[in-house]
């Protein structure tokens, strides 16, 4: 189900990463939270992503 999302955000526009992490949160001088601030975690880059909707997904993997 999850590539399934995945694919069809894409198919909608979206650009999709993996391996990132959110570093900051970015707001507008309201408060109004804008995108974040993301650092690939093989690489080390960072980068700004602003976006008119944001999802913040934290998956962890199962123990079992």
Known sequence: ???ALIMTAVKHGAV???HTEVV???KDA???LK???VRDNL???EWDVRAKVCLLVHL???ST
Request: proline share 0%; glycine share 14%.
């Open 1 to 3: 189900m999850n590539i």
């Open 16 to 18: 999709v990463a993996n």
């Open 24 to 26: 900051k949160l970015l």
């Open 30 to 32: 309201s408060g109004k």
């Open 35 to 37: 995108g974040a601030r």
């Open 43 to 45: 690489t080390g880059k």
């Open 60 to 62: 962890r993997r199962s």
